[in-house]
């Protein structure tokens, strides 16, 4: 597996971005996902991973004193497994400055919303109050900065007149499940750079251009 890219994938619930990952790596995603990491021992994604075979580990965030002390531990047994890049899906947890530099430019998130737009929880209510027409869900590096870091891809989907924030929750998830894997797939082919906050894909802008091949 020397030639796959190897991945450690946190959650926090219910784990649908893992599965679509597991799907893809499964199919042609040269990925090697070493260990699947929740904080939460009752998070329904333990046992998908379990199921697709995979080494699952659960550290219980409220068995820790501080924030610094769980995110060291944190940090420890993700790095015994030598990932090349960790991966946060539904990891509902906001990380320590030290945690984050310690994998800068090496540790992609999902927020299912159009970021810079509706950071934090409960986008898809916010989506539909703001009354915007269009939400989405965007795929970025993780900095200090909360739902902040450089973009990697985004997908759009239209606000209907109907709408209910579970409805555009069901329509932004099958984005974010596109737009994931794929994501990993430009990490793992070397084409991403980070350049202050913008993501380079094959040298160019990798959002607010169309890109080619997704
Ligand atoms: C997703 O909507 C993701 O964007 C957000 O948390 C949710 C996780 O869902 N960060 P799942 O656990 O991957 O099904």
Avoid at 81 to 105: C, K, T
Wanted: charged share 25%; proline share 6%.
């Amino acid at each position: 597996m020397a030639d796959r890219l190897a991945l450690v994938v946190l959650i926090s619930g219910r784990g649908s971005n893992l599965q679509a990952i597991v799907d893809a790596a499964q199919g042609d995603l040269p990925i090697d996902i070493r260990a699947v990491i929740s904080n939460r021992p009752e998070a329904a994604g333990l046992a998908r991973a379990a199921e697709a075979g995979m080494e699952t580990r659960v550290l219980d965030h409220s068995l820790y004193r501080s924030r610094a002390d769980y995110d060291r531990a944190l940090q420890t047994l993700i790095d015994s497994f030598e990932p090349d890049l960790v991966v946060l899906a539904g990891f509902m947890r906001i990380l320590s400055p030290a945690f984050v530099n310690h994998y800068q430019g090496r540790m992609l998130n999902i927020h299912p919303s159009l970021l810079p737009a509706f950071p934090g929880l409960d986008t898809h209510e916010k989506a539909l109050e703001a009354g915007v027409r269009e939400h989405g869900a965007s795929v970025h590096f993780v900095t200090e900065e909360v739902d902040g870091g450089p973009l990697v891809i985004q997908a759009r989907v239209p606000i209907l007149p109907k709408d209910t924030p579970e409805v555009l929750a069901a329509r932004v998830l099958e984005q974010e499940h596109r737009i994931y894997p794929q994501a990993i797939r430009w990490f793992a082919e070397g084409r991403l750079r980070i350049e202050g906050n913008t993501v380079l894909l094959d040298g160019r802008p990798a959002v607010g251009v169309k890109n080619r091949d997704w």
